[in-house]
């Protein structure tokens, strides 16, 4: 037995929150995904999200969500001990916005380390937990009962309002500072959503 | 039956070229790979090189080799129709040098459209031969009797020269044009080695 002083210090593991919107999600789009639970994945392994289930970790029940709808891959920035997330569009027919950037075909951008990623009508709000793990990250999966932005993407110059929800890991950015008239009420994300 | 002016114009398919060289390749390394013949690889692929025949698409039967050595993704540059390749080292205990980067475990970059890519023993001369296709990619893969390299790694901040080899795209510049008294034979690339 190990005493607790003797053992190898724990490494903390590169954590992936992503939290996720669909105006119809009463469907079964998101039925074969695990909320609230860390999912170990391996730091090798390209994570793949979409219609099939063969193929992709992440499996979306939804016959307009592609074959692979994206696929995130996990590496170590060079000259830096920093990990980081990459995200690639696998669908021909659907665009994928990363905030501003949009991604077509086989495009591929690093994973701010919060972002908004769209894609047909999906939001999944994207937040990047830190750590030094270079043999696994995790994945740890949202479901928001309400819209991640207030309103759909705006023309591209625009900034995205970010509105609603409380972000897992940054509860107090929930609300949007400049964009409510000052005796709005606010949009708040109570209702039933899930938190982890 | 389509007539030949009726059919759709065909697409080219962008080819990776890979010249491999191991001082003991009398040995079984190099017998899983097949040499001088096209092989499509799907564009959403990744092309992973290692000793793991079960996860490796490209089989090096060496137990000096990772399980998974290195990776190969296909992608398309943002804002761009250019087509590249993108080079993951996945073995731990090797470092990959790619012209003169050095990549770490997990570390990956754009391949360079003519580069060398280093490994323990192995040496790999990578060309790129540009194409359209979004479906498909295709390697080409070649085997030189001859180094790569006419010396191991220089320290980084010296060129490595290139030698010995007649490039398969670019066969004139096989030689050296710098380094070879004026009085030496040429150390050229006859002898054996396959070229397409």
Redesign the interface.
Known sequence: MISFEEADTEETVTCLHMTFYHPCQNDQMFSCLNFCRREQVR??E?AKFGRDSNVCHYNLMDTRVSR?QFSL??????NSSE?CFEI?N?S?KTKLMVDQ?E???????DLPWKCIILFGDYQILAETEEGVS?DYFETYFHLSEVPILQERCLPSHQPVPETGISSPLFPSQGKNPTEIDENEPWHTGEGGWSRF
Not at 73 to 78: A, E, G, I, N, V
């Open positions: 730091a090798d390209v692979i891959q996990f590496y170590r920035k060079l990990c690639k696998m021909k950037t991604l077509g075909y086989l495009n591929k951008t270079m």
